[in-house]
């Protein structure tokens, strides 16, 4: 049993769960509650099935000890641990839809609801991918995947060692690297964001560590008119990200 649990994990919430179904990902088992089986719960068992997706019920008390978010919804599934990329990868994805890249790289963002709702964004905006450091950072889990409601199964998402030497190898490829920071002068809507460009998004309390800021080409920020100084960065994503889609589609 401690083998099962070191070397997987689970996606837990019925949009997750058919998002990754619908992925064509591994699923090692799917869990159900046990009792009525309403709406998307009926898709999904059809959709396992059709897989040939081994399906166990359970009760509701185990299904709350085995599950790592607040409320799965009845259903979890088991899965491999997330398969991060290369940074190659999201380089070439994007050659391979004739775009300029189009990446986001975040600098220690910590909650993974955050991290969530930010990849969510992302993959609608059509981010190519994202680039997330190994320490002091979140990584994919269970709150992340039903936070993205199943977005990470279509986003490509790179881990790395070190976001300097990462930024610099994408300013070798051509990428532009765009900052957020509140103490700049420029607005995010007087900013070029068309072309290839990698946009830095930082920790949720102290934002861009300095020698990423160093790093960046240019920094841009979001005006703020009210007493709060500074935006969930979730939010803050969607509205930069946004920018350059808006700036890219003319």
């Not at 940074?87 to 050659?95: F, Q, R, S, T, V």
């Not at 300029?100 to 963002?109: A, H």
């Not at 990462?166 to 532009?176: D, E, P, R, S």
């Not at 809507?189 to 309390?205: F, R």
Request: proline content about 4%; glycine content about 8%; some cysteine.
């Amino acid at each position: 049993m401690k083998e099962e649990i070191e070397y997987q994990d689970q996606v837990e919430g019925r949009n997750s769960v058919l998002e990754l179904l619908e992925s064509g990902k591994d699923i090692n088992k799917i869990f159900i509650e046990k009792g009525d089986k309403q709406g998307s719960i009926n898709k999904i068992i059809a959709k396992a099935k059709e897989r040939k997706i081994v399906i166990v019920e359970i009760d509701k008390q185990k299904m709350n000890q085995m599950a790592k978010t607040p409320n799965p919804q009845g259903i979890i599934a088991i899965v491999p641990p997330f398969d991060y990329c290369e940074i190659y990868d999201i380089i070439n994805l994007a050659k391979e839809k004739n775009e300029d890249p189009f990446i986001l790289i975040l600098d220690g963002i910590e909650d993974p609801h955050n991290l969530g709702s930010i990849i969510r964004t992302a993959e609608t905006a059509g981010v190519h991918g994202i680039i997330i450091p190994k320490r002091r950072a979140a990584t994919v889990n269970s709150t992340v995947n039903k936070t993205s409601a199943g977005a990470v199964e279509h986003m490509l998402i790179a881990r790395v060692n070190n976001l300097n030497e990462t930024i610099n190898t994408l300013k070798q490829q051509g990428i532009w690297i765009c900052g957020t920071d509140i103490n700049t002068n420029k607005y995010y809507y007087n900013q070029d964001l068309t072309g290839p460009i990698a946009i830095v998004i930082g920790n949720e309390g102290a934002g861009i560590s300095r020698l990423v800021k160093e790093n960046c080409d240019f920094l841009v920020k979001i005006p703020i008119k009210g007493k709060v100084t500074s935006l969930n960065a979730s939010v803050s994503t969607g509205i930069v990200v946004y920018e350059a889609v808006k700036q890219r589609n003319k």
